[in-house]
C-alpha cells in the first residue's frame, strides 16, 4: 500500500540557478507533494533557507551537526522517509562528492544514505566545467548505480558563455520527480 503523500527531498546547491529550485519546492507543494530541502552551505548564499521554509512549511536543513531536541539521526530519517530525493541545482561538486561516496554536509550524507529509491540530479555549472571529463566520468558512474540525470540545457549562462550547462526547464524536472514517483 502506498504512502497518500509522497515525501521529497530536494538537495539545493550553490549555483546562480539555486533560486529556480524555490519554483520547483513550490510546484511540488502545490501538488500535494511534501518537501524537505537540504542546502548546502554554499546554497544559502544564493537563497535563504527562509524562502524555502516559507514555501514547504517544513524546516530546512543545513547543518549536519544541528542539534535536536529528541532522537533522530536525521540524515538517516530524511533518507528513509523519501519517496525520491531531488537535487536541483546540482554543481560539478556535488556530482563529484556522491560518485566518490564522500559524505561529509547534510545532503551528501543523505544522498548515500538512500537506498532502493529514485535518485534524481539535475546539473547546473559552466560549460566547461559540465564539459569536464572528470564530470563526465562522475556522471557516467552515477547512472551505473541508477542515479537518474535531468540534462542540463544550452543557453546563455550566467558568467556570460553560450554553451550546455544551465539547468533543465523547471517543467522538465517536475515531470520527472513525478514520474519517479508515480504521481
Known amino acids: 500500500m502506498s504512502k497518500l503523500v509522497k515525501e521529497v527531498v530536494l538537495g539545493v546547491t550553490g549555483s546562480i540557478a539555486a533560486y529556480k529550485a524555490a519554483e520547483i519546492a513550490n510546484i511540488l507543494v502545490k501538488s500535494d507533494i511534501n518537501v524537505h530541502v537540504i542546502m548546502t552551505d554554499a546554497a544559502t548564499r544564493f537563497i535563504t533557507p527562509l524562502t524555502f521554509q516559507s514555501l514547504t512549511k517544513n524546516n530546512v536543513y543545513t547543518d549536519l551537526f544541528e542539534e535536536v531536541a529528541y532522537h533522530d539521526i536525521r540524515h538517516i530519517s530524511l533518507a528513509q522517509k523519501a519517496d525520491c530525493c531531488v537535487i536541483a541545482p546540482a554543481t560539478a561538486n556535488i556530482i563529484g562528492k556522491i560518485a566518490s561516496g564522500i559524505a561529509d554536509d547534510m545532503l ?13 540530479i539535475c ?38 558563455d553560450l554553451g550546455k550547462g544551465a539547468l533543465a526547464d523547471v517543467e522538465s524536472i517536475i515531470a520527472a520527480i513525478k514520474h519517479a514517483i508515480g504521481k
Open 108 to 120: 551528501s550524507t543523505v544522498m548515500m544514505a538512500v537506498k532502493n529509491k529514485p535518485m534524481i
Open 123 to 160: 546539473p547546473a555549472m559552466n560549460t566547461a566545467m559540465y564539459e569536464n571529463p572528470i564530470t563526465q566520468d562522475n556522471i557516467t558512474k552515477l547512472k551505473r548505480y541508477g542515479y537518474q540525470f535531468v540534462e542540463p540545457k544550452e543557453s546563455l549562462l550566467a558568467c556570460g
